[in-house]
Nanobody
Framework: QVQLVASGGGSVQAGGSLTLSCSFREYTTSWSCLGWFRQAPGEEREGVASYAVGGMTSYAESVEGRFTVSFDNAKNTLYLQMNSLKPEDTAMYYC?????????????????WGQGTQVTVSS
């Protein structure tokens, strides 16, 4: 599996915004689903958002209405725009393109993970 590198994390205050990026050296047309996951210390990894070929997106209930996932075909880059950040959004964020279990909307996958980017939201 291809391991991807997420970037754009940082430290912000509650209510702030961040945009995460995940660049693909070579976009593979066999990839039908792209997504973002996060893992906070002591917690299981959570599927935050997914982007299916054709543009259909899905979000975890905890981020619905605040986060937006998008893909720039020209730049081969997946984005996660995060607004109205909360302290509970603090986690390491990862992007993924392979290893999906079930449909893209289910936001579940197996396999290894690439380099994540830390997001810390202070109250």
């Amino acid at each position: 599996q291809v391991q991807l590198v997420a970037s754009g994390g940082g430290s912000v205050q509650a209510g702030g915004s961040l945009t995460l990026s995940c660049s693909f050296r070579e976009y593979t047309t066999s990839w039908s689903c792209l997504g973002w996951f996060r893992q906070a210390p002591g917690e299981e990894r959570e599927g935050v958002a997914s982007y299916a070929v054709g543009g259909m997106t899905s979000y975890a209930e905890s981020v619905e209405g605040r986060f937006t996932v998008s893909f720039d075909n020209a730049k081969n880059t997946l984005y996660l725009q995060m607004n109205s950040l909360k302290p509970e959004d603090t986690a390491m964020y990862y992007c993924a393109a392979e290893g999906w279990v079930g449909s893209c909307r289910q936001r579940r996958r197996t396999g290894s993970w690439g380099q994540g980017t830390q997001v810390t939201v202070s109250s």
